[in-house]
């Protein structure tokens, strides 16, 4: 198993993602949503956009919604998938089984997730996780057979848990799995939220049973990321200062800059985990200066750095001859590598 797996919603506050990354965080599900528990209304966790834009380009993301038994599963699936067609995600949607506020029966509880696992598959073509605790699937749920066809997120604090488990009849161990895919095995207590960057000072931590090649290769990350990210993403598209201090004139079309003579050219490269960095005209991360795209497996000329506040730009020079400005660190996130 490896660690940390990380998950947050709103209750982390304004996430510093340098924090966040520098405390080893391997992948994170983030909340999307859930169902107000009084009248069935679903909702959109307010940090859920601002915590895909943060990460989701940076480490392996999931998403996650919190389910409520009481409710219209299919209807709660439905608006979760919306949220999803929106954002990047590379690990499965999961759905969060922990509540029964109604003390609805085991045969209405077992439709509503059927239901909603369900519309998920048939939406985005693949099966969710479902994360709950031992005693209260058991209790709760019972042990309908089609879970196992379901990765299991199980949620049990402690220092040691079995894999595979060996004691089927422990009320721990919820039914009918045999083992588990993802253990949180800590949570709000644990005084760690200021270390990954989170406003609280509790954040949950998770263990996956799978190696990092495992992970990474699940998620398509890496050298297998997922395809069809052809747009080459950016920094947060926020405006750097200009370094000249002046408006653009002319007709508002901009030419790269000439490089620079400089005896520290060197050789660069993309940092692994990302598919492609826009290539600018400027210092700036306006979506109209894109002259090119830095790629995966392309190793650039870098003839000039400047820095602006905290952020550092290369100006670069493409294999094909394009020469623009590429974000080296922009928002204390390393985008950009010298090679060695």
């Not at 100006?315 to 094909?320: G, K, R, Y």
């Amino acid at each position: 198993m490896i660690e940390p797996i990380i998950d947050v919603s709103k209750w982390q506050g304004e996430i510093d993602a340098k924090k966040m990354l520098d405390a080893g965080t391997l992948a994170m599900y983030i909340k999307a949503g859930g169902t107000d528990k009084y009248n069935g209304a679903s909702y959109t966790d307010r940090r859920f956009r601002e915590n895909a834009e943060k990460f989701s380009q940076r480490v392996p993301c999931g998403y996650y919604y919190f389910f409520y038994p009481h409710f219209d599963g299919a209807k709660q699936a439905k608006y979760f998938c919306q949220l999803l067609k929106s954002v990047k995600w590379n690990l499965p949607p999961a759905i969060d089984v922990e509540r029964n506020p109604h003390n609805v029966s085991k045969a209405r509880f077992q439709k509503e997730i059927k239901e909603f696992v369900d519309v998920v598959e048939n939406e985005l073509n693949i099966k969710s996780v479902i994360y709950t605790r031992g005693w209260f699937w058991n209790d709760n749920v019972g042990s309908p057979a089609w879970a196992k066809d379901y990765k299991l997120w199980i949620a049990r604090y402690g220092e040691y848990l079995s894999h595979p488990w060996n004691n089927a009849h422990s009320q721990l161990q919820p039914r009918p799995w045999t083992d588990f895919w993802l253990w949180q095995y800590s949570a709000d207590k644990n005084k760690q939220g200021h270390k990954f960057g989170g406003a609280s000072s509790g954040i949950d931590k998770n263990k996956v049973n799978m190696t990092l090649d495992e992970l990474y290769a699940f998620a398509n990350w890496g050298e297998q990321e997922q395809p069809d990210t052809e747009e080459a993403p950016t920094p947060d598209n926020e405006e750097a200062p200009d370094p000249d201090h002046h408006e653009d004139e002319g007709n508002g079309e901009e030419k790269p800059e000439e490089p620079a003579a400089s005896s520290h050219t060197h050789k660069g490269f993309l940092r692994r985990g990302y598919t492609a960095l826009r290539l600018r005209s400027r210092p700036t991360t306006h979506q109209s200066n894109t002259v090119g795209s830095i790629k995966r497996g392309y190793n650039f000329t870098v003839h000039k750095e400047i820095q602006i506040g905290d952020d550092l730009w290369w100006l670069i020079e493409l294999p094909d001859k394009t020469v623009g400005w590429g974000a080296r660190r922009y928002q204390s996130i390393n985008f950009l590598e010298p090679a060695i």
